[in-house]
């Protein structure tokens, strides 16, 4: 008989402890991703910078690139500093926008990304999306995934708690977005990936149920593996939508219609997907994700990341425009600003104060 199977991309190495930025140089040459050790390290003028000086004694073979911001002209421009630099591999090292730029940059000039995060705001540290400001806003670009995830848990707990935070809400959103995959697939009879489903599933329920808080080292493993198998769900099915339903709509919809006042990405999403379980009837499930998002100290209502309820209503009619063909509870029930009104209404009071 045939053996029947198929080969999931994902990292080779991911490495998820407390002082892990210090062995970087042995994991990479240990697993001949970097043997030679001439790296291209592109790194933030915040916090890769200032990791730069415990780093570089164990990278003697490395060039170091500072990285201005967050942009696609910005990636742009380091991959053509990287190019003909003869690397073995590029490391990212820095917050989420610095990562994006050197996966877009690592790609585009052919080399693999090894991504060494200093906090865990978003799934996107693992994902194969690259999210860079251009001339139109804002594009996700598609790249192979990074052949290495180093996380030290000591980098991740002195970073700033609201980025760490933000990364709760983006986890436990999985649980919302899975659901609308669900929807899709009943209604629309969209196929779903069943590994990709349980992957991003379990990912956000691990996060949600788990007692801890953003000071243990037990949660924020939790949370970093939670991330990082959520990256890999989406390379397994192929795009964003083991993670992104209802509540990241939502959020997209923050993004465009107040971009000078949006919250951050998983503080947006933690609010979309409380409000989106409440829409698809799940009130309990609702009830305990604000809950949980509230312990962690996340937003649950509008007014809590300084936007009215009127703000809100308009944003939750327009996200489904933010992203056309994907089927959420939101497409389901084709709401209206009066309709959405009442049922915020109901929201606040389900969910306490």
């Known amino acids: 008989m045939p053996v029947l199977t198929r080969l999931i991309p994902s990292p080779v190495v991911v490495d998820i402890r407390a002082g892990a930025l210090d062995d970087l140089g042995c994991v990479l040459a240990d697993e001949r991703i970097s043997h030679s050790g001439k790296l291209a390290v592109a790194v933030s003028g915040g916090s890769g910078a200032r990791l730069r000086e415990r780093v570089a004694p164990s990278l003697p073979g490395a060039d170091w690139f500072e990285v201005g911001g967050g942009t696609l002209d910005d990636a742009i421009k380091l991959a053509g500093a990287m190019k003909g630099g003869h690397y073995d591999a590029v490391v990212g090292l820095g917050g989420g926008k610095i990562i994006d730029c050197a996966k877009f940059a690592a790609a585009r000039v052919g080399l693999p990304l090894v991504a060494v995060p200093t906090n865990l705001a978003h799934d996107g540290l693992c994902s194969p999306v690259a999210t860079l400001d251009n001339d139109a ?17 000591d980098v991740i707990r002195a970073a700033p708690a609201r980025f760490v935070r933000a990364g709760i809400g983006d986890a436990v959103s999985n649980v919302s977005a899975i659901a609308d995959w669900e929807l899709a697939n009943r209604v629309k009879g969209e196929r779903i990936d069943g590994l990709a489903a349980a992957m ?36 397994v099915s192929g795009d964003s939508r083991p993670a992104s339903g209802a509540c990241h709509e939502i959020n ?40 949980v998002l509230r312990r962690h100290g996340l937003p649950v209502l509008p007014e809590e990341i300084g936007f009215t309820p009127q703000e809100f209503f308009r944003a ?7 992203r056309p063909g994907r089927y959420t509870i939101l497409e389901h029930l084709d709401l209206k600003t009066d309709q959405i009104k009442d049922l915020y209404a109901d929201y606040v009071k389900a969910i306490g104060s």
């Open 200 to 235: 991003a599933r379990q990912a956000g329920e691990a996060v949600l149920r788990h007692p801890g808080g953003i000071g243990d080292n037990d949660f924020l493993q939790v949370l970093a593996e939670g991330l990082v198998l959520t990256g890999i769900a989406m390379s």
């Open 316 to 322: 939750v009619e327009y996200a489904p425009q933010t």
């Open 252 to 291: 997209h919809a923050f993004d465009l219609l107040y971009p000078t006042r949006a919250a951050a990405h998983g503080e947006q999403c933690g609010l979309g997907a409380a409000f989106a379980m409440y829409l698809r009837g799940a009130h309990e499930e609702s009830a305990h994700m604000a809950e």
């Open 137 to 153: 806003g804002r594009g996700s670009y598609g790249v192979p995934n990074p052949i290495a995830v180093v996380i030290d848990l």
